[in-house]
């Protein structure tokens, strides 16, 4: 059976993941960061696979960097021992982090506060376990962290130090990167982000602290740094997938991203030049990410099923389970006469978004002579 009739076999809508294309964005990054001399702790909030982590952690079993605890159990009880939770601290999170360090799972928690830090460390002290921490840098205005000249570093530093958790660090991500388009942007981005962690990692050290992990890291910046002397990891994760936003700011090609909604043809309303879809934003997320970039995609890019982009089609609109496609604004390209029945892929604004609506990824293997799979996600916090 090929490909085309494998998919064609398929229920939609459907996520599809292109094992081949995922490879080649992994390997990327490898051959971007080795040089640089830094580890790559790979973030799988995206993927949500055991499967898919194996191809995109070192080795298949870590580092790796999480954004739910629920993602942390799953990976530890496959084997993957090196765990940055890197999410803010809450206090009642606690006993889980301890259970999974108790179970072998080296996990490290990240916070910005003296209150966090306090929590922490009374929990390390009454475990016996003494909490390995990643204080939270600002580098860019994005989020959450402290500015790298701000003495509540060392203060919240003493405090893990002397408090009984273990002061592994700093950690910082340039999410305003996302934002920055082109080569030079995006190296600029990554320069702000690398001399913030390796300022309050000098500060500490000052202040006679230990600091052995400078973490940083976006998907865009882990493409574009030039220089991360001082940084000793870096941290990305829809890079194993790539999506339109990403697309959008030239840290990738539509060629290059590896996930995409299959989704059939239900009609059509001539006079508007739309085509209805059976994939709507239940299945192809309400996330607009590309809107405010130079070319908005809509809801999604529309490619064949062959997943070739045709040319100047978006899905223009969605509502829960009706997708509409419709020719890009100023286009001038001609709608296509689609019939009723015709199978097409969505490539996504947001991979981590799309992937999260739905239960697993039908995958199109690497070898053409295996047959196609199915890699289970999972969900919660």
């Given at each position: 059976m090929t490909t085309t009739d494998a998919l064609s076999s398929l229920s939609t809508p459907s996520l599809i993941l292109d094992e081949g294309r995922m490879l080649r964005n992994v390997d990327r990054l490898r051959q971007h960061l080795?040089?640089?001399g830094v580890t790559i702790r790979p973030h799988l909030k995206t993927v949500k696979s055991v499967e898919a982590a194996k191809r995109v952690l070192t080795g298949g079993n870590g580092p790796a960097t999480v954004s739910t605890l629920k993602e942390a159990e799953v990976f530890?009880?496959?084997g993957v021992k090196d765990i940055l939770y890197a999410v803010g601290i809450a206090p009642q999170k606690l006993p889980r982090v301890l259970a999974l360090r108790a179970m072998g799972c080296d996990l490290t928690v990240v916070l910005d506060s003296p209150e966090q830090a306090t929590a922490?460390?009374?929990a390390s002290r009454e475990?016996?376990?003494a909490i390995p921490v990643l204080i939270e840098i600002d580098s860019d205005?994005?989020?959450s962290g402290l500015r790298p000249d701000d003495p509540a570093v060392v203060s919240i530093g003493r405090i893990l130090a002397d408090g009984g958790a273990a002061l592994r660090g700093v950690v910082t991500h340039a999410?305003?990167?996302y934002g920055a388009v082109g080569a030079e942007a995006l190296a600029d981005f990554a320069e702000r982000e690398r001399l913030a962690a390796v300022t309050a990692a000098g500060a500490l050290r000052a202040a006679g602290l230990p600091c052995p992990v400078v973490s940083v890291g976006s998907t865009p910046t882990?493409?574009?740094a030039r220089d991360l002397s001082g940084a000793t990891e870096v941290r990305a994760g829809v890079y194993a997938f790539f999506d339109l936003v990403m697309a959008g700011i030239g840290v990738c090609t539509p060629d290059d991203i590896a996930l995409s909604v299959l989704t059939t043809v239900i009609g059509h309303q001539k006079e508007r030049g739309w085509i209805m879809v059976d994939a709507g934003w239940m299945a192809l997320s309400r996330d607009r990410g590309t809107a405010n970039q130079a070319v908005d995609q809509g809801y999604g890019l529309v490619c064949d099923i062959e997943g070739?982009?045709?040319?100047?089609?978006?899905?223009?609109?969605a509502n829960q389970e009706h997708g509409v496609i419709a020719l890009r604004p100023g286009s001038s390209a001609s709608l296509p006469d689609l019939a009723v029945g015709t199978e097409l892929r969505i490539l996504p604004n947001h991979a981590c978004a799309t992937a999260a609506q739905f239960d697993g990824y039908e995958v199109i293997p690497a070898d053409p002579a295996q047959p196609m799979a199915y890699w289970p996600r999972f969900r919660g916090w």
């Open positions: 080795d040089p640089l530890a009880a496959e922490v460390a009374n475990a016996g376990d205005g994005h989020r999410g305003e990167s882990a493409h574009f070739r982009v045709l040319d100047g089609l978006v899905v223009a609109s």
